[in-house]
């Protein structure tokens, strides 16, 4: 681990350079929810066929997961002492799940929720490993929870596709 001297750390006690570099991975993942959110709205909104009223309740109890994370994640950021991005301007440049529109068909709808869960759990295992360095146990323990929940998320959705 990397030696810190009291001049090197934060408020709460993390190194300065560490958290900053831990801002920036956990921007891009709230770049990742931000976008993840919108494109599952469309996806409640959008869906159609015999499965609508299940898929379309599904899709809300997802995106309102998201959205409780994402507070969380904007938040953690500031606790760290950085700016949380807070424009479409910059998770649309940030992101990198990427906006989908016109989603009407279930099956297409959950590969999107698939991949997008892919990219998401990958990104928090990055910053976990990340905040383990720094003795971030707060972010490390965050990742640590969103991990397990979307872990069993794939399980659930691929499971529905048979
Ligand atoms: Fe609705």
């Known amino acids: 681990m990397k030696k810190t001297n ?3 750390l934060n408020d709460i006690g993390i190194d300065k350079k560490l958290a900053e ?3 920036k991975s956990l921007n891009n993942l709230l770049a990742d929810f ?6 599952t709205r469309g996806f ?5 066929g ?11 109890e997802l995106y309102s ?4 994370k994402i507070d969380e994640i904007a ?3 500031q606790t760290i002492g950085f700016i949380p991005c807070h424009s479409f301007e910059s998770y649309l440049k940030l992101s990198s799940i990427k906006s989908v529109e016109n989603v009407s068909n279930g099956v297409k709808a959950i590969e999107h929720i698939l991949a997008s869960l892919s990219i998401l759990i990958k990104a928090e295992r990055e910053i976990m490993s990340l905040a383990q360095e720094a003795n971030d146990e707060g972010t490390s323990a965050l990742m640590s929870d969103y991990i397990r929940e979307q872990e069993k998320l794939v399980w659930m959705y691929k499971a529905y596709l048979g």
């Open 6 to 8: 009291k001049t090197t």
């Open 75 to 77: 938040e953690r950021i």
């Open 65 to 68: 997961l998201l959205v409780i």
């Open 34 to 39: 931000q976008v993840f959110y919108m494109n």
């Open 44 to 48: 409640h909104w959008n869906i159609k």
């Open 21 to 23: 570099k831990l801002s």
């Open 50 to 60: 015999v499965q609508f009223f299940e898929l379309h309740l599904k899709f809300e």
